[in-house]
């Protein structure tokens, strides 16, 4: 208990110090421990983050790295779409969202340049915040458990709410836990914190995540130093996949074939990934699992590039394909709601790549390719684990995920990527000392 109490007041020391040198570092913090909380609240820290720039500013300390004009670049083509959207009251309100992918990379180049220690302070509290979230949501549940008898309330959205959303959160939770197990070497309570955050992650059970994890800590397994306790959290997780029943439940649901099953109570047909590509229509009691899903949302896509072949250079504008989605969706008689559940023609398309070219057409998503490539290279260059997990899981989660379609996604993405491109320092994730 000392040695933590000596850690936390050690950090907090830090932090005053830092931030009297760059006053980006608490802002951005500030910013990330928002993301979960009501929109307005993140609206306020985005505000505070761009006050604290502008109040602060120095000519001296502005920089024009070419890697954060990317950002700012596809906030760009995504205002330019607002002259050919076909739905421009939609497209506007999904710019006001989007302000986060121009600001962030602007207050970023107008404050000094994060040092390797300012970096590491930003993570380090970033992770101390997913801690203290991940305590509520368990203390929520348990209380939510007691009073219902349903262990739902320990599982996926049940756990976090379907606002918040558990594959979101399932993100900033695998973040924060690479953050702990890079940096626990003799420290207890560090490796315990890691470990509770995987066994979190894995309660939130989002299938693409736990995958991407498993496979990023096999990879640092056979390349660190630390083998205990990388053994430790694989274990776990793989424990926890094996033994949980609702986990597994969602594992057996996405790749199971059989074609009639019960999901829900009801009595449905399954539909395969085959089915999902090619039959004309369906009816309201097919079923898509995740991956058939999201192969009929770019089957869908591909309809609609063959009846407007224009779209593809220019896009329906942001935010604005949830009409075409709609009229797919009656034209195929997807499952379209019961009022209990939403239908499948008002989701989007679940899918990063396919949403950009679909709202700003092939170079909106050029852009989005170099902003994910670039990242990738500088990762590996950096040779920074926390970075190269960063990198793997979006371009991962982009291919199940619109990610960038909501608020919090935007700016969890931006700032880390921010955080980790906005400056030339090559930082080895091993010790707390060279970060």
Same mark, same amino acid.
């Given at each position: 208990m000392?040695?933590?109490?000596n850690y936390l007041k050690n950090a907090f020391l830090?932090?005053?110090?830092?931030? #009297?040198?760059? *006053? /980006?570092?608490?802002?951005v913090i500030l910013l990330l421990w928002s993301i979960q909380l009501p929109y307005s609240i993140s609206s306020i820290s985005l505000g505070i983050l761009a006050a604290t720039a502008i109040f602060? !500013?120095?000519?001296?300390?502005? $920089? $024009?790295?070419?890697? &954060?004009?990317? *950002?700012?670049?596809?906030?760009?083509?995504?205002?330019?779409?607002?002259?050919?959207?076909?739905?421009?009251?939609?497209? &506007?309100? /999904?710019? #006001?969202?989007?302000? *986060?992918l121009a600001l962030v990379p602007l207050c970023f180049l107008i404050y000094p340049a994060f040092t390797a220690v300012q970096k590491h302070i930003v &993570?380090?509290?970033?992770?101390?915040?997913?801690?203290? =979230?991940?305590?509520?949501?368990?203390?929520?549940?348990?209380?939510?458990?007691?009073?219902?008898?349903?262990?739902?309330?320990?599982?996926?959205?049940?756990?976090?709410t379907e606002d918040v959303n558990a594959i979101h959160v399932s993100v900033y939770v695998a973040i924060a836990a690479i953050y702990f197990l890079c940096y626990s070497e003799g420290i207890l309570w560090k490796k315990i914190a890691a470990i509770a955050l995987l066994f979190f992650m894995v309660l939130l059970s989002s299938k693409n995540i736990i995958i991407v994890v498993l496979g990023l800590l096999c990879y640092h397994f056979y390349t660190g130093s630390r083998r205990n306790l990388k053994i430790g959290?694989?274990?776990?997780?793989?424990?926890?996949?094996?033994?949980? /029943?609702?986990?597994?439940?969602? =594992?057996?649901?996405?790749?199971?074939?059989?074609?009639? $099953?019960?999901?829900?109570?009801q009595n449905i047909n399954k539909v395969s990934v085959g089915q999902a590509w090619n039959n004309p229509t369906f009816s309201q009691n097919n079923y898509f699992a995740g991956t058939?899903?999201?192969?009929?949302?770019?089957?869908i896509f591909k309809e609609m590039l063959q009846a407007d072949p224009g779209v593809f250079f220019t896009g329906y504008g942001l935010n604005a394909t949830d009409e075409k989605i709609k009229e797919k969706g009656a034209a195929h008689n997807v499952f379209s709601g019961d009022g209990v559940n939403d239908g499948y023609q008002n989701k989007n398309f679940h899918n990063e790549y396919i949403q950009v070219l679909a709202e700003t057409g092939i170079f909106g998503l050029l852009i989005l390719l170099s902003i994910l490539i670039i990242n990738t290279i500088k990762a590996v260059l950096n040779e920074n684990f926390i970075h190269i997990s960063f990198a793997?899981?979006?371009?991962?989660?982009?291919?199940?995920?619109?990610?960038?379609?909501?608020?919090? /996604?935007?700016? !969890? !993405?931006?700032?880390?990527?921010?955080?980790?491109?906005? #400056?030339?320092?090559?930082?080895?994730?091993?010790?707390?000392?060279?970060?």
């Open positions: 000392g040695s933590t109490y830090e932090l005053k110090q830092e931030s #009297s040198k760059n *006053p /980006g570092v608490a802002s602060t !500013f120095k000519k001296s300390n502005f $920089t $024009t790295q070419n890697t &954060l004009l990317l *950002p700012i670049a596809l906030f760009a083509m995504m205002a330019m779409s607002l002259i050919w959207s076909i739905d421009l009251r939609m497209s &506007l309100k /999904g710019l #006001s969202k989007s302000i *986060p &993570l380090r509290f970033y992770s101390l915040g997913m801690l203290v =979230f991940v305590g509520f949501y368990l203390i929520k549940a348990t209380i939510r458990f007691a009073m219902t008898q349903q262990t739902a309330v320990f599982f996926y959205h049940e756990l976090v959290a694989v274990f776990l997780v793989v424990a926890a996949i094996g033994l949980s /029943g609702k986990i597994k439940e969602r =594992f057996v649901d996405e790749f199971s074939s059989n074609a009639s $099953t019960v999901h829900q109570g058939a899903f999201r192969v009929y949302q770019i089957r793997i899981i979006m371009i991962s989660l982009f291919l199940t995920e619109s990610f960038l379609s909501r608020q919090r /996604g935007i700016i !969890f !993405f931006t700032i880390m990527y921010c955080l980790f491109n906005g #400056s030339n320092d090559f930082v080895k994730a091993r010790t707390e000392k060279n970060i």
